[in-house]
């Protein structure tokens, strides 16, 4: 942590009051969380009758591990693999368009530039979940719907993230550095992917990471577009399980823990990569919220 | 008063004017910018045209699909689940969301001005449910809630105490703002957070020669700095709010009775589109609903500029 926090941070000085407050706000926000974490380490009978805080009578974390791997043939594994080809292959693709759209929004002026810009402001106000009944129809009018392009090319289109770019694109690369090049011969192409994209490497996983995430979360287009078990994201696949849980009988109760412990298993990818890849939000967040 | 000044140097650094200067390369520009707008206008444009097309039509029992002109519209302004799953919305926006953006607000301020203890664990634990999907979110809250299994009402009956229902229709509101607040005060909190740490330094130091305390750092630095980051989140929440359909389409099963078809109006075009499979009177609610989030967008972002032009 730097000392250069504020004004009181350079005295040194910390207040208990005010620590204990954020202290009670942080436990409101990780004992959700570290309910699931215990509650995945309980057989199916414990998770109803002993308290949510203490550990089972039994530790079937392992056996709860072993159970939702191998349920109906391994269809968590197969979701989970989903979810990641559909977040991988829609993040590079978001990532490489709204680099390339950043970068050229920033350094050229065109005709059109403005409209094509303007049009892009207007969409990030267009909620996603208005556009998926027509993109559902439109999909099944060429026979995509139940196929991973129906969730990936979708996923692409990232207004916001191309207003990032451009944002970022004016900061990092400088004009001047542009026309040197220039002078030296080099084209456009070469100056964009030998010059402008090594100085946006921090906005391209910025954009790569907030893309990542939406594909990664996403529950209502493929709820919508994917009828196929085997094509689930995992996100869909849990809901799946859990709705069947509800259904009673002693099959059914075995998917309780099962929603539980697969809940947990996906979650603990995704902490891990927000703690190790924190600053990167932060850098991406203040581009977009300290300018306008 | 020298802390106002202070906030106006800050106010006049955020313009650029190199937009004359720039050369022109026509072929380089459409070659980067082409392919994102293509795909812009197939995934983005041409839906939303195709949703305003169904919104003019009706399927008929016999006789197939007829022109309708705007009759999907004007049932859908008098149709009362949709003007409920609206009000709803409204609800929110006025209550759980403003009350979750002052929160970020103040956690962020406090975590800045360095007074707290172990602040970059606090940090990270606020923020830590940005990285839990919406789906686990509410699939786990669901467990939480529930009358046996969660911990909550697991403790009330520890003490002999009715535990209350979440998920009852008296309390089903509430319970769904706090699943949201859950899943987004660190979000908005970072956003805060973020541009606090862009002030420059060298303000609070001005500000500790001239006298200022916290709380007057707080008001005439900190806040007109944050100006941006508010429009930013202020905007998000209004998406954020008529776009709720995972929260209420996961917690139905639980409480099909207190959540009904039609909680928030996603949920209807949901239901409408897919389970009563009415596409032009769900495409026409579905255009409709982008239509108001542009419009209160809009007004969010023309009252920011009012104010900005009335201070500077």
Redesign the interface.
């Known amino acids: 942590m730097t000392a250069l926090d504020s004004v009181s941070a350079v005295n040194g000085r910390r207040s208990n009051v005010l620590s204990i407050a954020l202290w009670v706000v942080a436990l409101y926000f990780l004992l959700p969380l570290v309910w699931l974490a215990v509650a995945s380490t309980k057989s199916n009978a414990d998770l109803f009758s002993t308290f949510g805080y203490a550990f089972g009578r039994t530790f079937a974390f392992f056996d709860n591990v072993v159970n939702v791997f191998t349920w109906s043939r391994g269809d968590y594994g197969r979701w989970l693999l989903n979810t990641l080809i559909y977040a991988l292959v829609s993040a590079v693709g978001a990532a490489a368009l709204t680099t390339a759209a950043g970068y050229a929004f920033a350094m050229y002026r065109f005709p059109g530039d403005r409209f094509m810009f303007n049009s892009l402001l207007a969409a990030i106000m267009v909620p996603t979940t208005a556009l998926a009944i027509p993109t559902y129809l439109l999909f099944a009018g060429v026979g995509m719907t139940n196929t991973p392009f129906a969730i990936i090319l979708p996923s692409l289109v990232s207004p916001f993230a191309v207003y990032l770019m451009r944002i970022f694109a004016a900061d990092a690369v400088s004009p001047t550095l542009l026309e040197a090049a220039r002078i030296d011969g080099a084209s456009e192409m070469r100056i964009f992917f030998q010059i402008g994209l090594p100085l946006l490497g921090p906005g391209i996983v910025t954009v790569f990471l907030f893309t990542l995430v939406a594909t990664w979360n996403n529950y209502f287009l493929p709820l919508i577009m994917l009828s196929d078990d085997s094509l689930y994201p995992v996100t869909v696949g849990l809901a799946q399980w859990r709705a069947a849980s509800m259904g009673g009988g002693s099959t059914t109760d075995a998917l309780y823990a099962n929603v539980v412990t697969g809940s947990f298993l996906s979650v603990v990818p995704l902490i891990v990569a927000f703690l190790f890849l924190q600053r990167y939000w932060v850098s991406g967040l203040s581009a977009g919220s300290v300018k306008e | 008063m020298p802390s106002a000044s202070l906030a106006s140097v800050h106010m006049s650094t955020?313009t650029?004017g190199?937009?004359n200067?720039?050369?022109?390369?026509?072929?380089?520009?459409?070659?980067?910018?082409l392919?994102?707008?293509i795909?812009?206008v197939?995934?983005?444009?041409?839906?939303?045209g195709?949703?305003a097309y169904?919104s003019l039509f009706r399927t008929r029992m016999v006789g197939g699909t007829v022109f309708s002109g705007i009759e999907n519209y004007i049932r859908a302004v008098t149709d009362a689940a949709l003007l409920a799953g609206i009000g709803r919305m409204l609800l929110f926006l006025t209550t759980s969301v403003p009350l979750g953006l002052l929160v970020s607000l103040l956690?962020a301020l406090?975590?800045?001005?360095?007074?707290?203890?172990?602040?970059?664990?606090?940090r990270?634990?606020?923020?830590?449910?940005?990285?839990?999907?919406?789906?686990?979110?509410t699939?786990?809250?669901?467990?939480?809630y529930g009358p046996?299994?969660?911990?909550i009402s697991?403790l009330f009956s520890?003490f002999g105490a009715k535990p209350p229902e979440f998920l009852s229709a008296s309390l089903i509101t509430p319970s769904m703002m706090n699943i949201l607040f859950?899943e987004y005060?660190?979000y908005n909190m970072?956003?805060f957070?973020?541009?606090l740490?862009?002030i420059p330094?060298d303000l609070?130091e001005a500000?500790?020669i001239d006298g200022?305390n916290?709380w007057q750092?707080a008001w005439y630095i900190k806040l007109p700095a944050l100006r941006?980051?508010l429009?930013?989140?202020v905007?998000f929440a209004v998406?954020g709010t008529?776009?709720i359909?995972?929260e209420p389409?996961?917690l139905y099963?639980?409480a099909p009775a207190s959540i009904g078809t039609a909680f928030s109006p996603?949920l209807y075009?949901?239901n409408l589109?897919?389970v009563q499979q009415n596409?032009n009177y769900?495409?026409a609610i579905?255009?409709l609903?982008?239509a108001i989030?542009?419009i209160i967008?809009?007004a969010v972002q023309s009252a920011f500029q009012h104010r900005a032009g009335s201070m500077s």
């Open positions: 955020t650029t190199r937009d200067a720039l050369p022109r390369h026509y072929g380089a520009a459409y070659a980067l910018t392919p994102f707008y795909v812009f197939l995934m983005l444009v041409v839906p939303l195709y949703a169904l956690l406090a975590l800045d001005t360095g007074l707290v203890r172990a602040a970059r664990f606090v990270l634990s606020i923020f830590i449910p940005y990285a839990v999907p919406g789906v686990i979110a699939l786990m809250w669901g467990f939480i046996t299994v969660g911990p697991q520890l859950w005060v660190g970072i956003i957070f973020a541009a740490r862009n330094r609070y500000a500790a200022a916290q750092v941006p980051a429009l930013l989140t905007t998406i008529f776009q359909f995972n389409n996961l099963p639980l996603n075009v949901y589109a897919f596409m769900a495409a579905a255009f609903l982008a989030v542009a967008s809009f």
